[in-house]
């Protein structure tokens, strides 16, 4: 055999026995995990220099947000009830956050886009991220796990729904209990189904991908729990100790079934524990974050199970800002309501008056500083982060991180 023949077939064998699996991560949960952080916040990222770093990874060299070379994701969402879901796919970059139509850039970022900017950084090999996400869903019905049985009505439930005609109560129990059994599971079996789709031929997604080479489902995000949190039917007992304990059951039921379903008995998985609203929550929030942490504190996902709190990252400046605005809805709402006569002693305020009074009124309340600031680095309510692009950076790298210490970690499956 010729020297230099010899020399590319050791060449060449060498680079296919260091040729390594697609690494393969899920996210997956409701509106904060479609991500409603806007494009046009990224700049605030820069104010900070404990993140202008970040920033400077997420922008390409013509200053618009970076494209990965090793990233791709397949997007499924769709609208609220599920019944027109679509895909977005192709390289990471912005944009894959909510969408208003799933196969369209919507302008917006969730925690995937630094996610994927890690991991592009921390493998050599390619990455794919698997993405499931709808707006307004519950562990306790529309992810319910297979492990966590039938929804079924708490004492609670079956004394108010069954008692006399009021506030929350269903109007026909038949139809909604119907309905109930129809949603419960159904958006859990969504997310199965599609990771499965496609994990069966990942070359639709990612081009190039070769069969030899294979994949490895690396890792689960969970982001979820604000529609659980302020269901006080499911979760009574307002304001008590382990008022959202069932959550935690859930929660443990839904990382055994996925590892289970994909077969993947050791998967890491991080639990993005829900921070709106800051480090300064009352006492409900606080209890329900704790919920969501407990199971990476059980002993049989010792190592592979990890809370990551987002709290942290909560813009506590643009916070103060927002109830500003809330003050500012409110008095929208008293001027507009049978206290009309607010500002005027007859007790009648036409609309341009009305209008008046708020704008200045805002303006006492939020000066041209505050509004500047709003602008740059807020783009949504609260329940959303604020729609701040910074927040939802900093939760990607830091869910990242997590499952990467995982995976390094002597026990990693």
Known sequence: ????????????????????????????????????????TFDYIGDDPATAPLLKRMSGPDGKPRVCEGVWISYLTGPYDGSANGEGLGRLTAGYGARDTPAEDGGRIGPEFTFGLTMDAAFQEPVLL????????????????????????????????????????????????????????????????????VLASPARVVPGYDPAQGFQVAGFVWLQGFNDMVDGHVYPAEGKPGRFDRYSEWLACLIRDVRSDLGVPKLPFVIGVMGVGGLKADRDIVEFRKAMAAPAALKEFAGNVVAVETAPFWSEELGAIDRKREQVGQMGWYLDSKHKDHANAEGRMTDEEKQAFLKKYEADLISPAELALWRRGASNAGYHYLGCAKTFALMGQTFAEANLRMLRSPIAP
């Not at 590319?8 to 040729?19: F, H, N, Q, R």
């Not at 991560?25 to 494009?39: C, D, K, P, T, Y």
């Not at 129990?173 to 958006?187: C, H, I, N, V, Y």
């Open 1 to 40: 055999m010729k020297p230099l023949l010899l020399l590319v077939m050791l060449v060449v064998g060498a680079a296919l026995a260091e040729a390594k699996p697609l690494k393969v991560f899920i996210l997956a949960g409701q509106s904060n995990m479609e991500g409603h952080a806007r494009v046009e």
């Open 130 to 197: 698997i993405k499931v996400a709808w707006g307004g869903k519950s562990l306790h019905t529309d992810f319910r796990p297979p492990s966590a049985g039938p929804y079924e009505l708490n004492e609670y439930q079956r004394k108010l729904y069954y008692g006399p005609p009021g506030h929350g109560v269903p109007k026909d129990m038949d139809q909604w209990l119907a309905e109930k059994k129809r949603d419960t599971g159904r958006f859990y079996r969504m997310m199965i189904d599609h990771v499965r789709q």
